[in-house]
């Protein structure tokens, strides 16, 4: 069975530093991309970024590149979200999905692909 | 605002059907397949459609999706009390990057 537990939640202070993890579990941890998505208080799901864990390769949407930083650690089959200082505006519900690539369609050059498990979520709360 | 348009809510009462739309363009809905998840309150989303019409194991059949041209709809027939949720909309850009809906809000009256 296919699993993503989350870390705990967190309340920090503006400025501090932070990293939250994803520790995945029941298949091949370095074959699958796994995606980051956050979600404000009240508000609906962004899309943060990417990573592939055999090769490290991470890839972040606009609105999040420079804000944050995603790693993963294969030998304990777990990916990371981080922060190096951290804002009030980042209070929210973060979780991390994995990504199934079901095909390719060559006419466009898009995967067909979509978050197919997802962790419970991590809720972080920065205070001002 | 959202990437891909999605009406904030909809109600109806228990039996009848539902439809949720998911508005986008070329560069996303018009090139890639389009999925569907379920947010039960206070809970993690859930893969409802994948593929722009497949379901996962598990999920019942009257959930359907669909897709045409940059535009895909949920339907959700036989309403039940359990389908109170936010149903979200996701695809793929042309960089590759996800987008998603802003979400509705389904009420069942």
């Known amino acids: 069975e296919v699993q993503l537990v989350q870390s705990g939640a967190e309340v920090k202070e503006a400025g501090e530093s932070l990293k939250i993890s994803c520790k995945c579990s029941?298949?091949?941890?370095?074959?699958?991309?796994i995606d980051w998505v956050r979600q404000m208080p009240g508000k609906g799901l962004e899309w943060m970024g990417t990573?592939?864990?055999?090769?490290?390769?991470?890839r972040y949407s606009p609105s999040f590149q420079g804000q944050v930083t995603i790693s993963a650690d294969k030998s304990i089959t777990t990916a990371y979200l981080q922060w190096s200082s951290l804002k009030a505006s980042d209070t929210a519900v973060y979780y991390c999905?994995?990504?199934?690539?079901?095909?390719?369609?060559?006419?466009?050059?898009?995967?067909?692909?979509?978050?197919?498990?997802w962790g419970q979520g991590t809720l972080v709360t920065v205070s001002s | 605002q959202s990437v891909l348009i999605q009406p904030p809510s909809a109600s109806e009462t228990p039996g009848q059907r539902v439809t949720i739309s998911c508005s986008g363009s070329?560069?996303?809905?018009?090139?890639?397949?389009v999925s569907w998840y379920q947010q039960l309150p206070g809970t993690a989303p859930k893969l409802l459609i994948y593929?722009?019409?497949q379901r996962p194991s598990g999920v019942p059949d009257r959930f359907s999706g669909s897709k045409s041209g940059t535009s895909a709809s949920l339907a959700i027939s036989g309403l039940q009390s359990e389908d109170e949720a936010d149903y979200y909309c996701?695809?793929?850009?042309?960089?590759?990057?996800?987008?998603f809906g802003g979400g509705t809000k389904v009420t069942v009256l």
């Open positions: 999905a994995r990504r199934v690539v079901s095909g390719y369609d060559i006419l466009t050059g898009h995967y067909i692909a979509f978050f197919e498990s």
């Open positions: 996701a695809a793929w850009d042309d960089s590759l990057n996800g987008v």
């Open positions: 593929n722009n019409d």
């Open positions: 070329n560069s996303n809905i018009g090139s890639t397949t």
């Open positions: 990573i592939f864990p055999d090769d490290s390769d991470a």
């Open positions: 029941g298949y091949t941890f370095g074959n699958y991309w």
